[in-house]
């Protein structure tokens, strides 16, 4: 199943504040963040594992709520290079079954 | 620390021919390897994982194939091609997170 992000689209100010967030129909193991370059692979951010917990990585930072079978990421003073599509994926267990995507949430900043 | 390579980085190729995209991995020995397909500005499908050498898992039917011939190979083929087999192809490795190559843009005309 699919996760659901939202929102599909945000243009900001830059050094104004995002969050994107990623929602789960199943009981979720893994959540992992990506983001994307226009033309380029997706580039890994961070994983939160089953158990609530919060990585944060600069600004950007992430929470995982595994009852509710939600993730957001929090973008703070958002900078032009934080500009391009961000992806969740998600693993229901903590096999070796590949990750499942969003859609995604493109991000524009804006100078 | 893991690295995939892909090649080639772009390919046309003309309906109802062969395909065969070929991802290696550098870094890690016996990885969990997968293969996504990514339509232009959509999200990442999953096509094919596997868990080593000729272990394939398919997520999707398709026009499309994978084989685990080595411990850092994973090959992505098509006997035929059709148009809807056009996209962005990527390989991927786990290593806490995955890992991506720089992917194989597919077009087929």
């Known amino acids: 199943q699919q996760p659901v992000q939202s929102p599909q689209a945000v243009i900001l100010r830059e050094g104004e504040d995002a969050v994107i967030n990623c929602s789960s129909s199943?009981?979720?193991?893994?959540v992992h963040w990506y983001r994307q370059k226009h033309g380029e692979a997706p580039v890994f951010l961070m994983i939160?594992?089953?158990?609530?917990e919060q990585k944060g990585h600069e600004k950007i930072s992430a929470s995982f709520n595994e009852k509710k079978q939600q993730s957001s990421l929090y973008l703070t003073a958002s900078q032009l290079s934080y500009s391009g599509t961000y992806f969740c994926?998600?693993?229901?267990?903590?096999?070796?079954?590949?990750?499942?995507f969003g859609k995604g949430t493109h991000l524009i900043i804006q100078p | 620390s893991q690295t995939i390579h892909q090649w080639p980085a772009t390919l046309v190729q003309p309906v109802g021919s062969p395909l065969s995209l070929e991802c290696t991995v550098e870094?890690?020995?016996?990885?969990?390897l997968y293969w996504y397909r990514q339509a232009a500005g959509r999200g990442l499908q999953l096509l094919f994982y596997?868990?080593?050498?000729?272990?394939i898992s398919s997520e999707v039917p398709q026009n499309l194939s994978a084989s685990r011939p080595q411990d850092r190979q994973f090959i992505l083929s098509s006997k035929k091609l059709l148009l809807s087999d056009s996209g962005f192809y990527l390989c991927?490795?786990?290593?806490?997170?995955?890992?991506f190559g720089s992917g194989t843009r597919l077009t087929v005309v």
């Open positions: 994926g998600t693993l229901p267990g903590g096999g070796a079954d590949g990750l499942t």
């Open positions: 199943k009981a979720l193991y893994s």
């Open positions: 939160l594992l089953k158990g609530g």
């Open positions: 870094g890690t020995s016996n990885p969990n």
């Open positions: 596997s868990v080593g050498i000729g272990q």
């Open positions: 991927a490795g786990v290593n806490y997170g995955y890992t």
